[in-house]
């Protein structure tokens, strides 16, 4: 069964820094567009980043994209967020998620994980 497993979250301290992993298992990895995803308590789920099938192109939402760097390694099958200097606007459940297609155009989500808890103090 294809399997989506997010870890690295935990209590970060404002301009701290955390590396977010998911690691896939049960597909051709380097066949999906990978997303990471976060959504807080109380608010709509948000699209984080984007990243290509290499690895070479990545998309940001605007808020994070001075912030955060998504990267991909493919022989580990697993897609990692990197957050720099993360806020307290930044605390949710971060999960990612596989879909085909290209980073232009990409298809519908096929595979998600159940996410890892990002907490930022004050």
């Known amino acids: 069964q294809v399997q989506l497993v997010e870890s690295g979250g935990g209590l970060v301290q404002p301009g701290g820094s955390l590396r977010l992993s998911c690691a896939a298992s049960?597909?051709?990895?380097?066949?999906?567009?990978m997303g990471w995803f976060r959504q807080a308590p109380g608010k709509e789920r948000e699209l984080v980043a984007r990243?290509?099938?290499?690895?070479?192109?990545?998309y940001y939402a605007d808020s994070m994209k001075d912030r955060f760097t998504s990267s991909r390694d493919n022989a580990k099958n697993t897609v990692y967020l990197q957050m720099n200097s993360p806020k307290p606007e930044d605390r949710a459940i971060y999960s990612c998620?596989?879909?085909?297609?290209?980073?232009?155009?990409?298809?519908?989500?096929?595979?998600w994980g159940q996410g890892t808890q990002v907490t930022v103090s004050s």
């Open positions: 990243i290509s099938w290499r690895g070479g192109t990545t």
């Open positions: 049960g597909l051709t990895f380097s066949n999906y567009v």
């Open positions: 998620e596989a879909r085909r297609g290209s980073i232009g155009s990409p298809g519908r989500c096929e595979y």
